[in-house]
């Protein structure tokens, strides 16, 4: 497993259940507990944990709230957008759909957004994502949008399912769009 990724699984783990000593990550993630000590140091150092007698746990107020600040939903992790702002708050939604509706509406500038590849699952900095959005599958909010960490695996999913590869500005552009479009047919209705 990456370091990368190996970190992600320690922070939800943690999140899941409360604190572990570093023993036990090392059992967990059957690595050696001088990596699981390297792992603790960088995640401390990105100010996400926090070590206390001889346990280590998600600094306090750390997680973002379990609900997608844009449409209220509850946030499963598995598409979500976090939004890690400049005071050091956090926010995030439910799926890329509301993570792009959510540009505009941020009160402060955003220091990081992350998001996740919705194949691999990797963490993706949703700044240099790439997007399908409106494509014929909607698993969250609807009209769709997913994330990818490169242009080509959106390329293949958008072959399959539809919809239109795009950048972050342009897939922000493309849902507002496609909700506008939407609010006009139900006008007329
Ligand atoms: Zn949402
Ligand atoms: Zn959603």
Redesign the pocket.
């Known amino acids: 497993m990456k370091d990368r990724s190996r970190r992600e699984r320690i922070l939800e783990l943690l999140k899941e259940e409360g604190e572990k000593t570093p023993k036990e990550l090392a059992a967990t993630f059957g690595v050696s507990l001088m990596t699981i000590y390297r792992d603790i140091k960088e995640l401390e150092r990105e100010g996400l944990i926090e070590r206390k007698h001889g346990t280590v746990k998600l600094k306090e107020n750390d997680a973002p709230p379990k609900e997608?600040f844009?449409?209220h939903?509850d946030v499963d992790g598995r598409q979500n957008f976090i939004f890690f702002l400049r005071s050091g708050k956090k926010l995030q939604?439910?799926?890329p759909?509301?993570g792009l509706m959510a540009f505009d509406r941020l009160e402060e500038e955003p220091e990081a957004v992350l998001t996740k590849d919705f194949i691999t699952s990797n963490p993706v900095n949703a700044l240099d994502g790439w997007y399908v959005v409106g494509a014929k599958v909607a698993p969250c909010?609807s009209p769709s949008a997913f994330a990818f960490a490169d242009r080509e695996t959106a390329r293949m999913f958008a072959k399959g399912f539809g919809g239109k590869v795009l950048s972050l500005s342009e897939a922000v552009k493309e849902i507002k769009r496609l909700m506008s479009a939407g609010v006009r047919v139900e006008l007329k209705l």
Do not use: V
Request: aromatic letters at 0%; one cysteine or more; glycine letters at 0%.
């Open positions: 997608c844009i449409c939903k939604t439910c799926c759909h509301c909010c």
